[in-house]
């Protein structure tokens, strides 16, 4: 079988409802294609055996495929999803490399995108996302073909865990049920549906809980990143409560977008704590997308757990094999 890694590129990530309300950019579906196929030159020269590619509605894997197949010497495939135009064909397609025994899967998308691939691919399978989303704090600000190169070198065993770092996630639970997961933010708004999924009018948020947030990130994130600065490395997050008369902090929501926002309080949660939300009607948002609806007779409440996504750190694994050889 050899040694196999999975590549995910979402056709409609940078293209939400945020690029008419914010300066966030236009991800075109070109570009993409071009952060693809650097992905799998990256990939090629790590010398893995067999890139699984998901094969979309609008063709971006196909026409990676089809420039690079005949031209490199590691082998490409078309992984098929239903073909619904949704996050559910990107569900598939990481279930399908999961079972595959791909050791890595490369992302070209954004927060909303790695938090579906981690769902179906659980959290073993190392992960790196190329930033091509909207809010990209899991992200990596490196060009694809490093971000390829660097999967790479785990999928084959040339770096181990060095390069590698174990993120938090957040449960969500509701009547004692598992109902969703988040790896960033859990956002609890007032407004009455779902609609666009795109969070955008931060006013709407009542409660949210945070696993990271820090000064440098963009989106939600950010509001707990000015009030308390908190990594993915460390044992606790925020549980942050919004509106009321206790203190307003300017946070970054969307791209170029500075928002003054009303905090009632906020307060720690530790790892595996569960925490209980007020009784209410919500719409909840994953990741900075609405998901999830529930009602006044729900018991709804969260859980941070420290077994989030295993992911890729660039930087690390590229520093772990400087100066080794790379013959096989």
Do not use: W
Request: charged residues 20%.
């Amino acid at each position: 079988m050899g040694i196999r890694v999975g590549l995910i590129i979402n056709p409609d990530a940078g293209k939400d409802i945020r690029r008419l309300v914010s300066s966030a950019s236009y991800v075109s579906n070109f570009t993409k294609v071009e952060l693809g196929k650097r992905v799998v030159m990256g990939l090629n020269a790590s010398k893995v055996d067999e890139v699984l590619i998901m094969h979309d509605n609008y063709g971006l894997g196909e026409d990676v495929f089809d420039m690079l197949s005949k031209h490199i010497t590691t082998n490409l495939t078309l992984v098929e999803t239903k073909g619904t135009g949704t996050v559910q064909d990107t569900l598939v397609a990481a279930r399908k490399m999961r079972e595959a025994g791909v050791k890595a899967v490369v992302v070209v998308g954004g927060d909303g995108t790695l938090r579906a691939v981690y769902k179906s691919c659980g959290n073993e399978v190392p992960m790196v996302c190329v930033a091509a989303g909207t809010n990209n704090v899991t992200g990596a600000y490196y060009d694809a073909t490093l971000a390829g190169y660097a999967a790479g070198l785990v999928a084959t065993g040339l770096v181990g865990g060095e390069g590698l770092r174990r993120v938090k996630s957040i449960e969500v639970l509701v009547n004692g049920r598992h109902a969703d997961t988040a790896v960033i933010d859990v956002a609890f708004m007032r407004t009455p549906y779902i609609g666009a999924k795109a969070v955008v009018d931060v006013n709407d948020i009542l409660y949210a809980v945070f696993s990271k947030g820090e000064p440098t990130d963009i989106g939600l994130a950010s509001i707990l990143g000015f009030i308390k600065p908190t990594s993915f490395e460390s044992d606790f997050g925020y549980l942050v409560e919004f509106g009321g008369d206790g203190f307003e902090v300017k946070a970054i929501v969307m791209p170029g977008e500075f928002r003054t926002i009303s905090v009632k309080g906020y307060r720690a949660v530790k790892i595996y704590e569960v925490v209980e939300i007020p009784a209410g009607k919500y719409v909840v948002a994953l990741d900075g997308e609405r998901e999830l609806e529930v009602y006044e007779d729900d018991l709804v409440s969260i859980r941070l757990t420290p077994n989030g996504p295993l992911l890729i750190n660039v930087h690390k694994v590229l520093n772990a094999i400087c100066g080794l050889s790379l013959r096989r």
